[in-house]
């Protein structure tokens, strides 16, 4: 069986989303790794990735992420930045599903 690369799998094509606590589903299945660098507990090997967007509304993000059937660790990077300049990374989180975590230091806007 095969799989088509999600839509969002590249930053250019990020899934635009609004922090309001709805369930926005994804997969990084078929995924290409094309995070540049390494943060948190994804030190080594392939790292498929699936990109969103958002505007901040508040100072603080809430992040809550299921792996479905995946195993190990999942991790959430919180950049600010375009894809066409360098990321400031503002927060991370790592660790087994369901991770959930809060991201301070948003600027709203």
Do not use: K, R
């Not at 967007?53 to 299921?66: P, Q, W």
């Not at 503002?90 to 230091?105: F, R, Y």
């Amino acid at each position: 069986m095969s799989f088509a690369q999600p839509l969002n799998d590249n930053c250019s094509v990020a899934q635009t989303i609004v922090p309001n606590g709805t369930c926005y589903p994804g997969t990084t299945v078929a995924a290409n790794d094309s995070w540049l660098g390494t943060v948190g507990c994804q030190s080594n090997g392939s790292h498929p990735d699936a990109w969103y967007t958002f505007t901040a509304t508040g100072s603080s993000l809430a992040v809550s992420v299921t792996g479905g059937t995946i195993t190990g660790n999942i991790e959430f990077i919180l950049v600010n930045g375009t894809c066409l300049t360098t990321f400031t990374i503002v927060g991370s989180l790592c660790g087994l599903s369901p991770l959930s975590g809060t991201i301070n230091g948003l600027i709203p806007g």
